[in-house]
T-cell receptor
Framework: AQSVTQLDSQVPVFEEAPVELRCNYS??????LFWYVQYPNQGLQLLLK??????LVKGINGFEAEFNKSQTSFHLRKPSVHISDTAEYFC???????????FGPGTSLSVIP | DAGVIQSPRHEVTEMGQEVTLRCKPI?????LFWYRQTMMRGLELLIY????????DSGMPEDRFSAKMPNASFSTLKIQPSEPRDSAVYFC????????FGQGTRLTVV
């Protein structure tokens, strides 16, 4: 079975500051990794995904994430956040790129003006 | 394509009533998922289908919950009878190479 841990439930950060949202996963088989964003009262939108190849993955809205197999981590980063980045961020894993997705508990990012 | 379409967006019902949530997946997607989101439990996978066939329903909380997918363009999640603890946001998602989520149905059982 797969599981996802997001150690930070809430992350406040000032506008234009960098941010890192942490994600660790557990799996006995190789997995695919995802980051989703949920804006208030909205569904989930895919930010980026790691399927294979380069361990540094770039996504939408200036976000990127790095896959680290030895540390079983997939941390999300952005060099300079905007007010509009305030949202809930979910790390997720799947055994295939299209199969059921298992989500972490989420990290609430609050960008302070 | 309009994306994954869920209806209704909001549902308020009294305890004991039957509730039916609806989902229209993206055309051509052969996987469909139902998730439930609550503050306490986060995002939970309830059930998913492949080519209209239920593959894994181990996340369905109890027999009051049932899901069907009569064809490739429609799925329902039914709760009968509903209870206050069923209050949550229910998401439908479909995928071919990656999952796309609907806007969700916010269910309130009073």
């Amino acid at each position: 079975a797969q599981s996802v841990t997001q150690l930070d439930s809430q992350v406040p950060v000032f506008e234009e500051a960098p941010v890192e949202l942490r994600c660790n996963y557990s799996s006995s088989v190789s997995v695919y990794l995802f980051w989703y964003v949920q804006y208030p009262n909205q569904g989930l939108q895919l930010l980026l995904k790691y399927l294979s190849g380069s361990t540094l993955v770039k996504g939408i809205n200036g976000f990127e994430a790095e896959f680290n197999k030895s540390q079983t981590s997939f941390h999300l980063r952005k060099p300079s956040v905007h007010i509009s980045d305030t949202a809930e961020y979910f790390c997720a894993v799947s055994v295939t790129s299209y199969d059921k997705v298992i989500f972490g508990p989420g990290t609430s990012l609050s960008v302070i003006p | 394509d309009a994306g994954v379409i869920q209806s209704p967006r909001h549902e308020v019902t009294e305890m004991g009533q039957e509730v039916t949530l609806r989902c229209k997946p993206i055309s051509g997607h052969d996987y469909l998922f139902w998730y439930r989101q609550t503050m306490m439990r986060g995002l939970e996978l309830l059930i998913y289908f492949n080519n209209n066939v239920p593959i894994d329903d181990s996340g369905m909380p109890e027999d009051r919950f049932s899901a069907k997918m009569p064809n490739a363009s429609f799925s329902t999640l039914k709760i009968q009878p509903s209870e206050p603890r069923d209050s949550a946001v229910y998401f439908c998602a479909s995928s071919s190479t990656e999952a796309f989520f609907g806007q969700g149905t916010r269910l309130t059982v009073v």
